[in-house]
């Protein structure tokens, strides 16, 4: 009672959600989330008193959800992947102090960036970053200063939200700010659908990922000087002499 647990649950299937994940949505009294991952999660938990938001209501749906908990439910909010990664964890927080009586609890999930890794083979056996390409919340001008710095710093590159309706060429933009640095040789990944129907991945340049087109369920990757395709997998060595 008087408990948010924010939950990730992954990428979007049972297999990759955690024990810890389906306990938490076990014992919430009502379950709030963007409509696609409470349309994922109803199946699977057909008794749940669920609320469903779209996009852009972020603020409301954490504020819904706190001011049920603190009626004294028991209430679990979900975000696709990890709750911590460009999800809802930090602004339940940012918003708890309206909400003195309830006690938060973050609840990990497999991020894309890992889930889709595993897919690939190994891209990031070695240091990483990850960015997103939605200039929604954060000014692109921003965005490519933290893409350039990944690039010189030789990182491999994780890139969420490449794309979405509003801004199909973000990649590309994305792609041609990291060419100034890098060469269009480097081994990149994408993975789609990552859990889902019409799951897929594909291994590639970064000059042909500057014209491959994502759309809001892919996730990219770009890797660094030493990374190479090995069985068919985009590898991304330790540094061990194999
Ligand atoms: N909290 C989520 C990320 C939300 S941002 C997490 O930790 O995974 C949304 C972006 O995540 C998407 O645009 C895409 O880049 C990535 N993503 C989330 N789920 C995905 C999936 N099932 N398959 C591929 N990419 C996914």
């Known amino acids: 009672m ?15 959600m955690t024990e810890a994940c389906r306990n938490a949505l076990l014992s ?3 379950v709030f989330g963007y409509t696609p991952y409470i349309q994922l999660l109803k199946p699977w938990f057909p008794h749940k008193n669920f609320f469903e938001t779209g996009m852009k209501s972020e603020i409301e749906r954490c504020r819904a959800a706190l001011g049920l908990a603190a009626e004294g439910k028991t209430v679990a909010l979900v975000s696709s992947g990890d709750a911590g990664i460009y999800g809802m964890a930090s602004l339940v927080y940012e918003l708890s102090p309206e909400f003195p009586s309830v006690t938060i609890e973050v609840v990990p999930g497999i991020t894309a960036a890992i889930s889709g890794a595993a ?6 056996g070695h240091d990483f970053g990850v960015i997103s390409l939605s200039d929604l919340l954060t000014p692109w001008e921003v965005i490519e200063k933290r893409l350039r710095a990944l690039a010189a710093g030789d990182l491999v ?10 801004r199909p060429d973000y990649l590309k933009r994305a792609c041609d700010i990291v060419l100034e640095i890098l060469p269009s040789s480097r081994i990149c990944g994408v993975v789609r659908n990552i859990g889902r129907n019409e799951e897929s991945y594909a ?11 994502a759309d809001m369920l892919t996730t990219v990757f770009i890797g660094n000087a030493k ?3 090995i069985n068919g997998k985009m590898i991304t060595p330790r540094g061990y002499n194999a």
């Open 203 to 213: 291994i590639t340049t970064l000059g042909s990922l500057r014209n491959t087109q």
């Open 119 to 124: 897919l690939l083979g190994s891209p990031v």
């Open 28 to 30: 919430a009294d009502a």
């Open 157 to 166: 590159i994780c890139i969420y939200n490449p794309a979405s309706y509003g």
């Open 227 to 229: 990374t190479r395709v």
């Open 2 to 16: 008087n408990k948010l647990m924010v939950v990730g649950i992954g990428p979007g299937n049972t297999a990759n």
